[in-house]
Structures are given as C-alpha cells and as structure tokens.
C-alpha cells in the first residue's frame, strides 16, 4: 500500500495478539471490506480532500466511518482523527474498534454485530452495517482465509454460536432473488 514497506501479514497477527481478537476474524473483515478498491484509494493511504486541503498517508482497512454522502471522505477524516498514518496503526485500530465496540457488549459473532439482538444497551442500536446480503459474501470470504492462509486451522474444533427465536420456521427460508 502506497510505498508500504512492512507485511501486513505480520501487523495483523501483533495488532490481533495485542488486542486480544482473532487474527482470521480480522484479515477476513479486511478483505472483505477493501476487495477490489484500488492502490490509489485513500483507504490504502491515497489521497483524499477535505476542507480544502489534500492528505495522504492515512488508512481505513474496515470503512470505519464511511456512510452517507461523501462517505470515503468520512471514514478518511475518522482514519486521521484516530491517528491511522500507519497499516498496522489502522490494522490495530480497527481491531480495537470491533473488540470494544462490538466484542466486548455480546456482539461477539459477524451475526450479532450485524443483527444487533443480544446486547446489554437495548436492541437494534449497535449495528455494524445494514447489508443483508453481506452474510453469505462474508461467510465465503472467512472460509476462504482459512483455507489459504490457515488451513491447520480447518480441522479444529470450532465453537458455533447460533441464536433461537420464538416461533421460527421448522425449514430454511429460500434466500431472496
């Protein structure tokens, strides 16, 4: 990333042992939100605008901050606030921001950071993002980590949290078109 020198690989397993949150969880949650954007983008340290002035240097791996209109520009100015001049500053970070923000209040799976029905501070308020479609995107995305950077992994014991409602469907609900 623009000029970056280190491995990323390395930030994510030192800021994740630090901040106490899976390095697999955070490289799929990386990967899944900067796929595809290009070098130049000011999330991977590009140049952005604000107020009339140019900044570069700054990154935002997990679009922290960006919604609405000029939503790039939003998550930059929270990148910078934050002081994310660094992948490992904004790797260590975003880290952070999940485990406190979402970890550490019960949201501790992608399901109920997205689906925000077991906190302790009321229902529907802490929610990562609002895309119902992100789930099976991800779910692939998380896999496919495992598979090509910790398949050691795959045979191991996982521990599966998946909520029960009152009155479900005995059968699975057809994804919709």
């Known amino acids: 990333y623009?000029?970056?020198?280190?491995?990323i690989y390395e930030d994510i397993i030192t800021a994740t042992q630090q901040v106490d949150?899976?390095?697999?969880?955070?490289?799929?949650?990386?990967?899944?939100?900067?796929?595809?954007?290009?070098?130049?983008d000011p999330r991977l340290g590009g140049t952005f605008n604000y107020n009339g002035q140019?900044?570069?240097?700054?990154?935002?791996?997990?679009?922290?901050?960006?919604?609405?209109?000029?939503?790039?520009?939003?998550g930059m100015i929270y990148a910078k606030d934050h002081?994310?001049?660094?992948?490992?500053?904004?790797?260590?970070?975003?880290a952070l921001f999940i485990r406190s923000?979402?970890?550490?209040?019960?949201?501790?799976?992608?399901?109920?950071?997205?689906?925000?029905?077991?906190?302790t501070n009321g229902h529907y308020t802490n929610q990562y993002m609002q895309n119902l479609?992100?789930?099976?995107?991800?779910?692939?995305?998380?896999?496919?980590?495992?598979?090509n950077n910790f398949s050691e992994y795959l045979n191991t014991a996982i521990k599966?949290?998946?909520?029960?409602?009152?009155?479900?469907s005995n059968y699975a609900v057809v994804a919709p078109s």
Not at 2 to 7: H, K, P
Not at 54 to 74: E, T
């Open 133 to 147: 479609a992100a789930p099976v995107q991800e779910t692939n995305t998380t896999y496919n980590t495992y598979v």
């Open 54 to 74: 140019s900044y570069s240097g700054y990154y935002n791996f997990f679009n922290i901050g960006v919604y609405g209109d000029n939503k790039i520009v939003k």
């Open 21 to 40: 949150i899976s390095a697999v969880h955070i490289a799929s949650r990386i990967k899944q939100e900067i796929s595809g954007i290009s070098e130049t």
């Open 2 to 7: 623009q000029g970056y020198d280190g491995n």
């Open 160 to 168: 599966f949290t998946i909520p029960v409602y009152e009155n479900m």
């Open 101 to 119: 923000g979402y970890i550490d209040v019960n949201q501790d799976t992608m399901y109920y950071q997205k689906f925000d029905v077991s906190t």
């Open 83 to 94: 002081g994310w001049d660094s992948p490992f500053d904004a790797v260590y970070g975003g």
